[in-house]
């Protein structure tokens, strides 16, 4: 019972499923946020936001910036979630910017019963009945929590006051590698305090806390930076450490990687999207494999990047090109009854021959750590290679 509900807290999002822009009136009078992040020696997704705690004045606008890993992230707060925040929990779940708690580690009952309170009464994305409309979407409640499946009625976005039950951005939109901006505005009455916020995709781990001041000062935007390159490296670095143990041959996992990791990376809020090798050399009629670590894709003749979530009218749905295999090729196995796990066993797919030809190749996006999928290249050339999921992720084939 316990590593499930520490599982739920760390929920560092296994399955990967896919977001508001403008200009304030200048001089000091907004502060931005990093969403995510990008770091120069490797593609990844970070899970928080940096740096992850803000103090603002009355009056004055946030801006949630999100770094486009692939990832969708939500601003999400309000009273119902404040109210759900045990004093236990906080400092678990704030305590570091590089961890999350830890499958290992022992909670006390009363640290398990509010993560159980939180992650069992506040909407999530992954909802029962599937992706869930008023997480996706933006959504503003005066009274109560959103009802799970139905989108929120549509309405301007309010400043925000402190005193809202649900306030929620929905998935911070696409808009290309820049832009992908939440900015919300802090009412010129807004209540003093401290809030709580979170991504309501990716857990109570990607949160932070926003600091409403009357008199208090308020950190420079060249100090938040600061402070969120400081949060930022902290994350990056067991990554970046796990990820040259890999291209040196010396991973968990030995062969091509469709990702990375390993379970020492377990809590940490990130996760590096790179296949490694990048190149991959191969001879003619070569069957080149690839093990996934958690989930990616590994397709070939890729159309121009789409996010894998759309959000319209009301519905939330994935996009079929970026989950399910394409071009004949093989998607990952149904697992039987006998395999309902946990653990499901690994599988190991073959795509069987390609030349290159026919449009966009794919093994869609269901996989989990162990699985392997191969292709036999039948030509000589060089084969470019993406993940469907993290625009970031790719590399290629040169088969001689
Ligand atoms: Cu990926």
Redesign the pocket.
């Known amino acids: 019972m316990r590593t499930r509900q520490v599982r739920a807290i760390a929920l560092t999002l296994m399955l ?1 499923g896919t977001l508001l822009g403008a200009c304030s009136s200048g001089g000091g009078s907004s502060r931005t946020i990093e969403v995510d992040s990008n770091f120069d020696e490797f593609a990844g997704t970070f899970r928080a936001f940096f740096p992850r705690d803000v103090t603002v004045k009355p009056g004055m606008t946030l801006k949630f910036h999100q770094k486009w890993s ?1 990832e969708p992230h939500t601003v999400t707060m309000g009273k119902e979630v404040q109210d759900r925040i045990e004093p236990e929990m906080l400092p678990l779940i704030l305590r570091s910017t590089s961890k999350e708690p830890s499958d290992d580690e022992q909670f006390s009952d009363e640290v398990n019963a509010a993560v159980e309170k939180f992650f069992g009464e506040l909407p999530f994305f992954f909802g029962e009945k599937g992706p869930n409309p008023p997480v996706a979407q933006p959504c503003y409640l005066k009274t109560g929590l959103p009802e799970e499946g139905k989108a929120c009625p549509k309405q301007a976005q309010p400043a925000f006051a402190g005193t809202e039950s649900y306030f929620n951005s929905g998935f911070i939109p696409y808009e290309g590698t820049s832009g992908n901006e939440f900015e919300m505005k802090i009412a010129d009455d807004a209540k003093p305090g401290t809030y709580f916020y979170y991504c309501a995709l990716h857990g109570a781990g990607m949160s932070g806390q926003i600091k409403v001041t009357k008199s208090g000062a308020v950190p420079s935007q060249a100090s938040l930076n600061k402070q969120a390159r400081k949060e930022i490296a902290e994350v990056a670095k067991p990554l970046l450490a796990g990820l040259k143990k890999e291209q040196a041959g010396n991973g968990a996992i030995k062969g091509n990687l ?2 990375s990791g390993d379970e020492s990376l377990n809590g940490v809020k990130g996760q590096v ?1 790179e296949f490694t090798p990048r190149t991959v050399r191969a001879k003619v009629n070569e069957t080149v494999k690839w093990s996934f670590i958690s ?3 590994i397709s070939f003749n890729v159309p121009p990047y789409i996010p894998i979530y759309k959000v319209k009218s009301g519905k939330v749905t994935g996009n079929d090109k970026v989950y399910e295999p394409a071009g004949g090729w093989p998607g990952r196995p149904e697992p039987t009854a006998e395999d309902e796990g946990p653990p499901v066993p690994s599988v190991d797919v073959d795509a069987g021959k390609f030349d290159g030809s026919g449009g966009l190749k794919s093994s869609g996006v269901d996989w989990q750590t162990g699985d392997t999928y191969s292709v036999t290249f039948t030509k000589p050339g060089t084969y470019p290679m993406a ?4 625009p970031g ?1 790719i590399g290629k084939v040169v088969v001689s």
């Open positions: 990967t692939g469709a990702g999207n989930n990616h894709s993940c469907l999921i993290h992720m």
